[in-house]
């Protein structure tokens, strides 16, 4: 039949296209720094990435989740048959009935491609996208028909007409499917989504764990930070081009919502515009609030900010990791911001807002407020403290964080020291001796103050012996577990263990140690915090101990891994970009609508940044103020030593 010799010219010269495309493709993320990758084992890993990891992410959305098994999965298997079929000559009945099969699959998914298409979400971007469910379609449908002995139902002419009907189908369904997968259509996620996930630049995140903590900056190198497309790793340009402009990042985004100009889909697809040059004219989704689209532009070796985004895009960010956990692809959008930032930091010496004051103050007083570092201890002037100096060694190590210095913080901090004595636990801090553990100035993009700060308390810290750090911070928490390991001599890694305070507290109340009278307020929610939820995994632990207090919680609809940023991370405070609206008025919305008296909080930040919002509201207490306030009078004869990271209970 003409239509197969046709088909057969068709595919071959489809696939010889696609594989320059592919090479073209390859290059322009090689135009990146050299980052080495597990090149075999990588790309042996990347079905069950795709398989396991990222659909466990898509399966949070069950209709799209279903629609992309059967859209994604059926083109796959119906791609791979047509052209065994086609170029090498595989046939049978069975490869038939299962190529069929295989298309009907993908019909029934593009239905459903095409149904959300009708009326979608803000979110999704238009332009060609738009088209894509008509590809799916029209691909499924000319193959199916080609499957089919149609050969004696047509005179010469209707053959003639049917083979160019068949003929255009193909044109069309494999021009978007297989060579728009290549060159740049909406398809080409398809195909740099695959290497991403085989050369993903976290592979800690598959297989169920998680990796946030920021890639060291190496300080010696000839420029520090990004300041063009091609200053990414290159495995990083590779991640921005496997976007599928869905918008779920922008969805969850605090700062774009709250007007602010930043928009985590723009964000990517800039970097994309930049890696391959040229402008965002077409790009068809939602803009940066009060930035139009068609003003951006660049080069793989053009300045990024200036040309593609402006400053503000970048200091709007409050890192919370809202957009990184949304990512259907695991895109990284916080390690680009912050990576763009130690440019303009380190290399250009700007910081907006009060950013250059608290990086001065953290260089000569080692806190952001520039408080004198000898009055880190005032707070705790009739608390009779152990300090580690003194006594060299504890079973836990109470990092008290900045909070020493605030008024507010204080009360959280007496409240922890409280609940440390009625459980009898051996513990110390380290006094004028701990500095600030380096969160904001990294945030901020000052690696260098950061690794200074990170160094100056790993030497004190490795001074002493101690199970335990315990930290009223999730900031802090962070740091400490998941960055400072990174400046540790590698034959000295830290043996200690590092604990959120409602992570210990909760131990403490279930090994008997603390007896807990029953909280006698009214309707309580619990905000989770970004650093301790999205950055540590942390969501049961406060959770239980709310529990144990009596309280049955009334959850905001944002809560758990898609709990709203309270707008303090990241150093947003500090860089005070105007929005429409502030962020922390935005949350305390969303915990008035539970109608709850009280919100429980585990983060100085928070607390400081919700009991800013003006007006009627409910209060605010930390989940150490409630425990401690909850303290049974009848003291328990029990004592506590945490062996092998264990807490062992011992009578006294």
Known sequence: MVFDRLLHGLLFGVVLLAIAGMVRRILLWRRGQPEKVALLSGLLAMPRRYLVDLHHVVARDKYMSRTHVATAGGFVLSMVLILAVNLFGVSSKIVDSILAIALVVMFIGALFVFKRRRNPPARLSRGPWMRLPKSLLMFSITFFITTLPLSDLFGEAGRWVLTALLLAGAVWGLGEMVFGMAWGGPMKHAFAGALHLAFHRRPERFGGGRSTGLKSLDLAAPKLGVEKPADFKWNQLLGFDACVQCGKCEAMCPAFAAGQPLNPKKL????????????????????????????????????????????????????????????????????????????????????????????????????????????????????????????????????????????????????????????????????????????????????????????????????????????????????????????????????????????????????????????????????????????????????????????????????????????????????????????????????????????AVGCQQCTAMLEGVVGPRPAVKDIAELVAEALSETKKPLTAKIRDRQIAVEVI
């Not at 939602?286 to 068609?294: K, N, R």
């Not at 995994?537 to 101990?545: S, T």
Request: charged fraction near 25%; charge should be negative; proline fraction near 5%.
């Open 268 to 599: 990517i697809q800039d970097m994309v515009i930049g890696m391959a040059g040229g402008s965002d004219a077409r790009f068809a989704g939602s803009p940066y609030p009060g930035v139009p689209v068609g003003e951006a532009c660049g080069q793989p070796h053009q300045p990024i900010v200036g040309g593609l985004i402006k400053e503000e895009t970048l200091w709007s960010c409050t890192t919370c990791r809202a957009c990184v956990e949304e990512c259907p692809m695991m895109i990284e959008h916080v390690d680009a911001i912050v990576d763009m930032r130690r440019f303009i930091t380190l290399e250009k010496g700007r910081t907006p807002g009060k950013g250059a004051e608290v990086l001065d103050n953290l260089n000569l007083t080692d806190n952001p407020n520039g408080f004198n570092p000898r009055s880190r201890m005032h707070w705790a002037a009739d608390q009779n403290l152990p300090l580690m100096r003194d006594v060299k060694q504890a079973d836990v190590l109470f990092w008290v964080s900045d909070g020493a210095f605030d008024m507010r913080s204080q009360r959280i901090l007496r409240a922890f020291v409280k609940i440390l004595k009625a459980a009898n636990i051996s513990f110390a801090v380290l006094g004028d001796e701990e500095l600030d553990s380096g969160d904001v100035a990294r945030r901020l993009g000052d690696d260098a103050t950061f690794q200074r700060l990170a160094k100056s308390n790993i030497a004190t810290l490795r001074k002493y012996r101690f199970n335990r750090i315990v930290t009223t911070d999730p900031h802090a928490f962070h740091c400490l577990k998941n960055e400072y390991p990174d400046f540790y001599p590698v034959d000295a890694q830290p043996e200690y263990k590092v604990l959120h305070h409602t992570t210990f507290i909760n131990e403490l109340v279930k090994v008997q140690l603390l007896e807990l009278k029953d909280y006698k307020g009214g309707k309580v929610t619990w905000h989770d915090p970004c650093y301790l939820g999205r950055y540590n995994g942390e969501y049961d632990a406060p959770r239980e101990l709310l529990a144990e207090l009596g309280i049955k919680l009334t959850e905001m609809d944002r809560s758990g891994f898609r709990s709203r940023c309270c707008g303090g991370g990241g150093g947003a405070p500090i860089a005070d970009i105007p929005g429409e609206r502030r962020i922390a008025d935005m949350r305390m919305e969303d915990a008035q609508q539970t109608g709850a008296e009280l919100i």
